[in-house]
């Protein structure tokens, strides 16, 4: 992973707290259950035993790629502008294909939620976002076409 990760302080802290359950009550948890699995006997078909295995492969493997984010990370915080939109604010943005006007809330690729719009600053709507002054359009490119914004007030 080679890619710089784009962070606030609080998601870097929500990954923090993740990689350390899972290195210290996931293993654990997993390791009382290959435990317990190992003492019924022939682990060839031994159902409880396969999935523990399972399960241990996939928090080792969700280990390694949380230490590989937090590695590759750049805790970044919202500038104090009262102009430019940018992490962990929410603005009026009207979507002009659509005539509509919808708060919009920057975060991080780990904080993202579309339902609610906490757009990742990773995704084609928050890449043309990001840093946008007021009163500025911008046409995003996005896999469904291209669609103009504009950010009409922060929040």
Do not use: C, H, W
């Not at 590695?71 to 102009?83: A, H, L, P």
């Not at 906490?118 to 995704?123: A, G, H, N, T, V």
């Amino acid at each position: 992973m080679s890619n710089k990760v784009i962070l606030t302080e609080s998601a870097k802290k929500k990954l923090e707290d993740e990689l350390e359950f899972l290195k210290t009550v996931k293993r654990v948890e997993i390791k009382a259950a290959l435990k317990a699995a190992r003492a019924q006997g022939d682990l060839s078909e031994n159902a409880d035993y396969s999935a523990a295995k399972d399960d241990q492969s996939l928090n080792e493997t969700k280990i390694l790629d949380l230490e590989a984010q937090l590695k590759n990370s750049i805790v970044v915080e919202s500038s104090d502008s009262k102009t430019i939109f940018d992490l962990n604010k929410t603005a009026l943005v009207k979507f002009y294909d659509v005539d509509e006007t919808e708060e919009v809330t920057l975060v991080s690729s780990i904080e993202a939620d579309a339902k609610n719009m906490k757009i990742s600053i990773d995704s084609p709507l928050g890449k043309a976002l990001y840093k946008l002054e007021i009163g500025n359009k911008v046409t995003v490119t996005s896999p469904d076409g291209d669609y103009d914004v504009e950010v009409i007030e922060i929040i």
